[in-house]
């Protein structure tokens, strides 16, 4: 599948040099509108691609420009709760990678366990806790890609979160920062479930991003994370949560997540 779908999307985007990637949440395809010279693949008709079945997933690997910046992006991502198996989010950070791919942008929609992240915060991913039971590299490791067993003290690249610091302050935009939590889903949490999340040390809770980080991780991509948090998790305000909601909040705070990612492509080397 890796080879089929890499050879294909070369015959049919006109690549030269995309070192970024970009990987859109539920309600953040945003992004995708800023780009110029936008040429879309539809994950339906790269061989062996999956697809996504989720609202707010439109399901394209899109090639384009940020100014003279060459940047690919995927609007759409893939959910373990889809039924995909962990070693296809793999692929498809490897298919990133013999693309040319250097560095990863990971955006999500999370829900605050904190009081103080209120809908509408972005926040800047510094670690993660995988809750979710499952790994992308399980399995016969691939030496092409990375060792055996890869460390992830520093799975969130330390420049890089340093630097989008610094062009949330020249915007004067708002960048919380804190260690996200992956859970399988798709059902949203408990109000008990949430009480332990906070206790073990995460800020936000979601069901997707620490796959392709492992993975990308894994084969030696640098790699920044971006949450949107889109609601108070269930507990922490009487009104139970619901993805219309994710949805609505996270295009709200999408201008400011986009004009901080526009920027961060712009101005790194």
């Known amino acids: 599948m890796l080879q089929k779908a890499v050879e294909y999307i070369k015959r049919n985007l006109p690549l030269h040099n995309p070192e970024t990637a970009v990987v859109l949440g539920s309600g953040l395809g945003g992004f995708a509108a800023e780009m110029s010279d936008v040429r879309a693949l539809n994950y339906k008709d790269i061989p062996g691609f999956p697809q996504t079945t989720v609202s707010g997933h439109k399901g394209q690997l899109l090639h384009g420009y940020v100014q003279n910046k060459e ?3 995927l609007n759409g991502r893939f959910h373990l709760y889809e039924g995909h198996k962990p070693s296809v989010i793999a692929d498809i950070i490897h298919i990133l990678k013999e693309l040319g791919v250097k560095r990863l942008i990971v955006t999500n929609a999370a829900g605050s366990l904190r009081k103080d992240f209120a809908p509408g915060t972005l926040m800047l991913i510094r670690d993660h806790i995988n809750f979710s039971g499952q790994n992308p590299l399980v399995g016969a490791n691939d030496e092409r890609y990375g060792v055996r067993f890869p460390a992830m003290n ?3 690249t330390p420049e890089l979160r340093q630097k989008i610091k610094e062009i949330a302050a020249k915007q004067g935009v708002t960048l919380a920062e804190g260690t996200y939590m992956m859970v399988l889903g798709p059902n949203f949490e408990t109000p ?3 009480r332990v999340f906070a206790m073990l040390g995460a800020d936000a809770v ?3 991003t620490v796959p392709e980080v492992i993975a ?3 084969c030696g991509l640098e790699v920044l994370g971006l949450s949107v948090i889109t609601n108070y998790a269930a507990g922490l ?3 139970p949560p619901s ?3 994710t949805l609505e909040n996270a295009e709200k705070a999408a201008a400011y997540l986009t004009g901080l990612v526009k920027s961060f492509i712009i101005e790194t080397e």
């Open 71 to 73: 940047v690919l992006c």
């Open 154 to 156: 520093a799975a969130y």
């Open 192 to 194: 008990a479930e949430v």
């Open 206 to 208: 979601g069901m997707s």
């Open 216 to 218: 990308a991780v894994h």
């Open 237 to 239: 305000v009487d009104i």
């Open 243 to 245: 993805h219309r909601e």
